[in-house]
C-alpha cells in the first residue's frame, strides 16, 4: 500500500478529480497555498496499492499541465532608497508536485 500526496493548482483539481474517480481512486482534498506565488493550490492524499501507483501518476500527469504565466516581481530601482518597480517576468505553473510513500497498515472505519 502507498500513500500518494500530489499538491496540484487549484485550476486543475477539477479534471483531475473526476479523472480519478472515474477508475475508482478516492482522494482526500486538502486546501493548501504555494510558497512562491502564495496562491491557492490543493494536495490529494491518495491510498492506493502499489500495483496502481504508475496508473495514478499517468492520469495526474495528464490533468496537470504546465503553462506559462505573467507575473509582477519587485526589482530594486534605487536600493538605499527601498523604492521598489514591479517587473513582469514570465513563469511556469501547473504541473504537479507527486509523493509516493510506503503505507505499513491501512484502515477506513
Given at each position: 500500500?502507498?500513500?500518494?500526496?500530489?499538491?496540484?493548482?487549484?485550476?486543475d483539481?477539477?479534471r483531475?478529480?473526476d479523472?480519478?474517480?472515474?477508475e475508482g481512486i478516492?482522494?482526500?482534498?486538502?486546501s493548501?497555498?504555494?510558497?512562491?506565488?502564495?496562491?491557492?493550490?490543493?494536495?490529494?492524499?491518495?491510498?492506493?496499492?502499489?500495483d496502481r501507483?504508475?496508473?495514478v501518476?499517468?492520469?495526474?500527469?495528464q490533468?496537470?499541465?504546465?503553462?506559462?504565466?505573467?507575473?509582477?516581481?519587485?526589482?530594486?530601482?534605487?536600493p538605499?532608497?527601498?523604492?521598489?518597480?514591479?517587473?513582469?517576468?514570465?513563469?511556469t505553473i501547473?504541473?504537479?508536485?507527486?509523493?509516493?510513500?510506503?503505507?505499513e497498515?491501512?484502515?477506513?472505519?
Amino acid at each position: 500500500m502507498k500513500l500518494i500526496v500530489a499538491v496540484v493548482q487549484n485550476e486543475d483539481v477539477g479534471r483531475l478529480l473526476d479523472s480519478l474517480q472515474k477508475e475508482g481512486i478516492m482522494a482526500t482534498k486538502l486546501s493548501t497555498s504555494g510558497g512562491f506565488l502564495r496562491s491557492g493550490n490543493t494536495t490529494l492524499l491518495i491510498g492506493i496499492d502499489d500495483d496502481r501507483v504508475n496508473e495514478v501518476i499517468d492520469i495526474i500527469s495528464q490533468k496537470c499541465k504546465t503553462r506559462k504565466q505573467i507575473v509582477s516581481s519587485p526589482v530594486t530601482n534605487n536600493p538605499s532608497a527601498g523604492v521598489y518597480i514591479p517587473y513582469p517576468i514570465e513563469i511556469t505553473i501547473g504541473g504537479a508536485t507527486i509523493f509516493v510513500l510506503n503505507i505499513e497498515r491501512f484502515e477506513k472505519v
